[in-house]
T-cell receptor
Framework: RKEVEQDPGPFNVPEGATVAFNCTYS??????FFWYRQDCRKEPKLLMS???SGNEDGRFTAQLNRASQYISLLIRDSKLSDSATYLC????????????FGSGTRLLVRP | GAGVSQSPSNKVTEKGKDVELRCDPI?????LYWYRQSLGQGLEFLIY????????KSGLPSDRFSAERTGGSVSTLTIQRTQQEDSAVYLC?????????????FGPGTRLTVT
């Protein structure tokens, strides 16, 4: 079983739609969680951290469910510019620096 | 300010040759990471440097891979006797001492093709 698993997609949605991605992680001791965004043939960039209480940044909402070991990302009012691959990232907790990246979920927002 | 830079941006090499990939982290960042990303795959951790501490080499896939970081700044990843399965994008990232080690800033990567 992979340490971090994501549905590869693609999720193909119209502009203005709401879309949600889930990600599961295997290590219950994992400490920190993040969503990174990666555009085609570009480097990953931090989108947002995921806090236990859930957090929101504009149209983006991230949630953590420790009991079920999954993380979610909700995007409201999708824009064409949201088209990208979204990487679920987990700090496994055995060291404070190592991050485990999921393979990513691809989102396509169409006009 | 300047971000993480990597060179070359693209490298095509013949099987069996050695290659060197370079990373210049953001000034003041103490931590430096190397990853590789094969087509359609997630990022695979290779090696981590933090200040003057011994690097974590646990992700290096074989002894053909090595890396060094000189003066706590520039890093070079060397792949000896390249194989076709080494073809991938090699990404370097750095993080500041104050922002939490999770806040990693990535360079644009070096796309390595072994023919």
């Amino acid at each position: 079983r992979k340490e971090v698993e994501q549905d590869p997609g693609p999720f193909n949605v119209p502009e203005g739609a709401t879309v949600a991605f889930n990600c599961t992680y295997s290590n219950s001791a994992s400490q920190s969680f993040f969503w990174y965004r990666q555009d085609c043939r570009k480097e990953p960039k931090l989108l947002m951290s995921v806090y236990s209480s859930g957090n929101e940044d504009g149209r983006f909402t991230a949630q953590l469910n420790r009991a079920s070991q999954y993380i979610s990302l909700l995007i409201r009012d999708s824009k064409l510019s949201d088209s990208a691959t979204y990487l679920c990232v987990v700090n496994p907790g055995d060291s404070s620096y190592k991050l485990i990246f999921g393979s990513g979920t691809r989102l396509l927002v169409r006009p | 300010g300047a971000g993480v830079s990597q060179s070359p941006s693209n490298k095509v090499t013949e099987k069996g040759k050695d290659v060197e990939l370079r990373c210049d982290p953001i000034s003041g960042h103490t931590a430096l990471y190397w990853y590789r990303q094969s087509l359609g795959q997630g990022l695979e951790f290779l090696i981590y440097f933090q200040g003057n501490s011994a690097p974590d080499k646990s992700g290096l896939p074989s002894d053909r891979f090595s890396a060094e970081r000189t003066g706590g700044s520039v890093s070079t990843l060397t792949i000896q006797r390249t194989q076709q399965e080494d073809s991938a994008v090699y990404l370097c990232a750095s993080s500041p001492p104050w922002g939490g080690r999770s806040e990693q800033y990535f360079g644009p990567g070096t796309r390595l093709t072994v023919t």
